[in-house]
C-alpha cells in the first residue's frame, strides 16, 4: 500500500489551492491547463485553405475564392474533395472525423471548420 501511494503521488498532477473570499469554504482545489493561446487568425486560416486548394493538380488557381465549391464550381468529383480535405488535415496538423469530413464540400466550410477548430495550428 505504501508503495502505490508514493507512485501515484509521483503520477498525479499537483492540485493548487485558492483561498475564496466570503465563502463558507476556506480552500478549492483546481488544476491549471495550458490554453490555446497562439489560436490562428481567421485571414491566416483562409490564405492557408486557398494555398492548398489552389495547389491541387486538377484545380485552375485562378477559379479559387474563400466561397468556391469544390465540386460545383471546381468540376472536382468526391474522391477529389477528399484529398484536399486530407491535404488541410496535414496543413493544420489535425485529424478531421469521417462525419464531419464529409460534410466540407467548399472552401467556405473548409475555413470555419479549421478555425473554429481549437487544435489548430
Given amino acids: 500500500m505504501a508503495l ?3 507512485l501515484l503521488r509521483h503520477l498525479r498532477v499537483p ?5 475564496v473570499r466570503g465563502s463558507n469554504q ?24 486557398l494555398d492548398v486548394v489552389k495547389s491541387f493538380p486538377k484545380v485552375d488557381p485562378a477559379k479559387v475564392t ?12 468526391s474522391l477529389d474533395t477528399v484529398e484536399i480535405v486530407m491535404a488541410i488535415e496535414e496543413e ?5 472525423p469521417d462525419k ?13 471548420y479549421v478555425f473554429n477548430h481549437p487544435m489548430s495550428s
Fill in 26 to 49: 476556506s480552500q478549492i482545489g483546481f488544476r491549471a491547463f495550458s490554453s490555446h493561446d497562439d489560436h490562428l487568425s481567421k485571414q491566416d486560416v483562409v490564405d492557408r485553405v
Fill in 66 to 77: 474563400p466561397e468556391v465549391h469544390f465540386q460545383k464550381d471546381l468540376g472536382l468529383d
Fill in 15 to 19: 492540485v493548487q489551492n485558492l483561498s
Fill in 92 to 96: 493544420f496538423k489535425l485529424e478531421i
Fill in 100 to 112: 464531419e469530413a464529409d460534410k466540407i464540400d467548399s472552401c467556405s466550410l473548409a475555413i470555419e
Fill in 4 to 6: 502505490r501511494n508514493a
